[in-house]
C-alpha cells in the first residue's frame, strides 16, 4: 500500500493475537515495515516470526533488490522476520545501532554486514537521504527511529503506535469515533509499554522537536497524518504525568463489606462532581485499568485482607502498576478485614512507594457502616484535591 512518495506500507495485520505478551489486545494488532524506493531500495523493519511469507510477497509485488534493511529494533514482533528477508535478499545490509547490532547477534545469530549508525547519522539513498535518532528504552535499549527528511517522514518503531488491527492504516481514513478509539489505544499501549521510561521519552520529543514532522509511520496500528501534533502532544501530556481530572477506583471484594464500602465513596466523589470508573479487579482487563489509571489524577484501591495480605487479585494488578511506574497521582486505599487487617496498609506502601500523595487510608472490621462517614469525607477530599 503507498502511503506516500515512493514509501510503501508492507506490514501485516494480526487481526487475531488477543494476548500480545501479556497485554490484552482486544482489537488485535499490526507490525508495519515500511519500503522506500530511490536509488537505492530500503526495508525498515520486518514482522514478526510466523509472518514472515506475507511480507515477502508484499515486498516482492514492489522490488526485486533490497539494498539497505533498517532495523529500528530488534524485538521479535519487528525483527522476526529478518532472517527471512536476508535469506530472499542477501546482499541486502543491514543499518542498526550498536545496541541493534549486539541484540541481532544475541537474539537471532545474525552478524553478516551490518553498519552501525549514532543519532545525527546520514543515509544517503538517491534524491533522498534518511537520518537515525537513537531513541534507547522507548521501547529497549537498541530503538532507534529513521526519519525521511524529504517527505517529513518518521519512522519511530513502536514509539506513537497502539495495538489496533484495521483495514485502514491512515488516520485521515477514520471517523472521530473510531479516532477516539485509536487515542485510546495509543494511551493503553503507553500506559503499558512506554510508561516506565518516561524521562527517556521526554528526551526523545526533544531531540524531535528539532525536525520537522507532517507523517509518523510507527510499526503498531495507524499512521499519524492528521493528527501528528496531538499524538507527539499527548505523548508530552504522559511523559511529563498529566492526567485528567477524574478518578479510577480498582478494588475487588470477598464478602461484599468492601464493595458497600465502595459506594460512600463514591458519594463523596458524586458531591464534588468528579468524573470516576470502576474495575473489580477479579473481572478486569489489568492493560485496561492502567490505560485509565496514567490518564486519571485521582486513584483510589480497595482490598479486604486475606490471609494477612492483600487480595490476590489486588495484589496482582498492584504488582502491575508498580512496574510500570505511574507517577504524580492523588490516592487513597480502604478496605474491610475480619481480625488483621495488614491490606489497607501494604498498599498504602505501594503508593508510597511510587511518591503518589495519599489522602487517606480507611480500614473496617467486616462493615463499614460506622465509617460511613468517613469513607464519603475520603471520596470528597480526594476529589477536592484533584
Ligand atoms: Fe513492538 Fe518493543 O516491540
Known amino acids: ?19 500480545f505478551h501479556g497485554y490484552s489486545t482486544v482489537y488485535g494488532t499490526s507490525y508495519n515495515a515500511y519500503l522506500v524506493k530511490d536509488e537505492k531500495v530500503v526495508l525498515i523493519d520486518t514482522v514478526k516470526f510466523g509472518f514472515e511469507d506475507e511480507l515477502l510477497e508484499k515486498l516482492e509485488e514492489l522490488t526485486d533488490k533490497i539494498d539497505y534493511l533498517v532495523v529500528n529494533h530488534i524485538e521479535m514482533d519487528h525483527a522476526g522476520a529478518v532472517k527471512a528477508v536476508l535469506e530472499k535478499y ?17 537474539a537471532y545469530g545474525i552478524e553478516k554486514d551490518i553498519e552501525v549508525v549514532k543519532t545525527g547519522d546520514r543515509l544517503k539513498i538517491g534524491k533522498q537521504e534518511l537520518t537515525f535518532i537513537e531513541m534507547p528504552m522507548v521501547h529497549w535499549p537498541d530503538s532507534m527511529a529513521t526519519y525521511l527528511a524529504e517527505q517529513k517522514i518518521l519512522f519511530p518503531n513502536d514509539a506513537f503506535g497502539m495495538h489496533y488491527a484495521s483495514s485502514k492504516i491512515i488516520d485521515s481514513e477514520f471517523d472521530n469515533e473510531e479516532l477516539e478509539r485509536v487515542f485510546f489505544e495509543a494511551a493503553k499501549y503507553y500506559a503499558n509499554i512506554v510508561l516506565p521510561y518516561s524521562q527517556q521519552v521526554k528526551k526523545v520529543l526533544g531531540e524531535l522537536k528539532k525536525i520537522d514532522i507532517e507523517m509518523i509511520c510507527p510499526s503498531h496500528g495507524i499512521i499519524w497524518r492528521d ?6 502532544r499527548k505523548y508530552e501530556e504522559w511523559s511529563n504525568g498529566r492526567a485528567e481530572r477524574k478518578v479510577v477506583i480498582a478494588y475487588d471484594s470477598m464478602w461484599g463489606y468492601t464493595e458497600k464500602a465502595l459506594k460512600k465513596i463514591i458519594e463523596g466523589i458524586e458531591e464534588v462532581g468528579v468524573p470516576y470508573r470502576i474495575y473489580k479487579l477479579r473481572a478486569s482487563d489489568y492493560t ?16 479486604p485482607t486475606l490471609n494477612r495480605e492483600i487480595f490476590p ?3 496482582a494488578f498492584l504488582t502491575y502498576m508498580k512496574g510500570l511506574k505511574p507517577f504524580n497521582k492523588i490516592a487513597a486505599a480502604f478496605g474491610s478485614y475480619g481480625w488483621s487487617g495488614e491490606a489497607v496498609g501494604k498498599i498504602v506502601g505501594v503508593f508510597e512507594e511510587l511518591k503518589f500523595e495519599v489522602v487517606g487510608a480507611i480500614r473496617f472490621r467486616f462493615s463499614s457502616d460506622e465509617k460511613s462517614e468517613e469513607l464519603k469525607e475520603l471520596g470528597r477530599k480526594l476529589a477536592e484535591k484533584l
Open 1 to 19: 500500500m503507498k502511503i506516500a512518495d515512493n514509501v510503501f506500507w508492507v506490514g501485516v495485520v494480526d487481526w487475531n493475537v488477543r494476548d
Open 90 to 106: 542477501p546482499e541486502a545490509k543491514i543499518i542498526t545501532n550498536a545496541r541493534g547490532k549486539k541484540g541481532l547477534k544475541d
Open 227 to 232: 493528527n501528528v501534533e496531538k499524538i507527539v
Open 288 to 303: 485496561e485499568v492502567m490505560a485509565e489509571v496514567m490518564q486519571s489524577k485521582g486513584l483510589i484501591v480497595g482490598s
Open 313 to 315: 487479585s489486588v495484589a
